[in-house]
Structures are given as C-alpha cells and as structure tokens.
C-alpha cells in the first residue's frame, strides 16, 4: 500500500520551532519529488516548499523562504520540515505530496499521492 504519513504537528509559541516529518512506504521514495503543502481555514492550499529526488534542489513560498527548511533523508523514506521563527500565520494544517514528473511548481493537481496532513498551530 502506497502511502505518506505526517506527524510532528503541535501547537506552539510565536518564535518557536518544530520540525514536521513525512514517511513514506509502498513506493520508491527516491524516485519522487516532494512538497509540503498548507491549508488554513478561508485560504487556499499553499505550495510551501519542494525537493528533487536526490535533494540537491528546493524552493520556497516566500512567505516562509529564510525561516523554513526542507530535507529528505533517501535512506530513511522520510521528508522533513525545519520550521522556526514561527508565526501565528503558519498556522495550518500541513500535508506532504508526492510526484513522479519533474514538476517543482505549486499546483497541488500536479501530486498524486497525499498523507492526512499534520496540524500546526502558533499561538502569538
């Protein structure tokens, strides 16, 4: 069975930090680019971050670009979310995706395989 699973979500004070992570099983972890998405109540899905297969690649949204750090550990099958200096804003749910193309842009149509998302909540 192919699936991605979060967890690390908490809530948590304005300035704080917590790392998110996103297991994968059932699939060829090396052989996906990934991204995190996030979902507040009222707005849309926002693309957060992306990495190539082998890491070597990643980009932002640019409201968390220089707070927010992605990585992926190949060994492991697991993506991580480095997330400080947190901001009441960030609060979300957050969802890791996956995708075979090359596709390092942020439409979620473009991911074929979500997890059930991980709740993050920052207190001011």
């Known amino acids: 069975q192919v699936q991605v699973v979060e967890s690390g979500g908490a809530l948590v004070q304005a300035g704080g930090s917590l790392r998110l992570s996103c297991t994968a099983s059932?699939?060829?972890?090396?052989?996906?680019?990934m991204r995190w998405f996030r979902h507040a109540p009222g707005n849309e899905r926002e693309g957060v971050s992306c990495?190539?297969?082998?890491?070597?690649?990643?980009n932002y949204a640019h409201s968390v670009k220089g707070r927010f750090t992605i990585s992926r550990d190949n060994a492991k099958n697991t993506l991580y979310l480095q997330m400080d200096s947190l901001k009441p804003e960030d609060t979300a749910m957050y969802y890791c995706a996956a995708t075979r193309s090359y596709y390092l842009g942020f439409d979620p149509s473009r991911f074929t395989i979500w997890g059930q998302g991980t709740q993050v909540t920052v207190s001011s």
């Open positions: 990495i190539t297969y082998n890491g070597r690649w990643t």
């Open positions: 059932g699939l060829t972890f090396d052989a996906y680019v």
